[in-house]
């Protein structure tokens, strides 16, 4: 079966960084592009960064500037750098995936369990 796992997270203060990580498991041939989103309570969940296996990024708003990404296809891993952290940050942020598992042989997107983030002021 295949999933994403995600670890990182945690609790930080202001001005502060925080890495997130995300990993495929599971019989899966292809990783087409990896990201974040991200959903605080009561808003819509936002991308905040993704990056395709040939290393093009795409970047929300709202933490624009302040995020690195990066994946390694072969590893089907992906990495996220939070730099300067905000109380507005604080959300679950979850990992997503375009993802061709074995078995079927075709693209479908994945979604991981979710990490909170939580920037103290």
């Known amino acids: 079966q295949v999933r994403l796992v995600e670890s990182g997270g945690g609790l930080v203060q202001a001005g502060g960084s925080l890495g997130l990580s995300c990993a495929a498991s599971?019989?899966?041939?292809?990783?087409?592009?990896m990201g974040w989103y991200r959903q605080a309570p009561g808003r819509q969940r936002e991308l905040v960064a993704q990056?395709?296996?040939?290393?093009?990024?795409d970047y929300g708003d709202s933490m624009k500037g302040r995020v690195t990404i990066s994946v390694d296809s072969v590893e089907k891993t992906g990495w996220m750098l939070l730099n300067d952290l905000k109380p507005e940050d604080t959300a679950v942020y979850y990992c997503?995936?375009?993802?061709?598992?074995?078995?079927?042989?075709?693209?479908?997107?994945?979604w991981g369990q979710g990490t909170q983030v939580t920037v103290s002021s």
């Open positions: 997503n995936a375009i993802l061709t598992p074995l078995h079927t042989e075709i693209p479908e997107t994945y």
């Open positions: 599971g019989s899966v041939i292809r990783l087409g592009a």
């Open positions: 990056v395709t296996s040939v290393g093009v990024t």
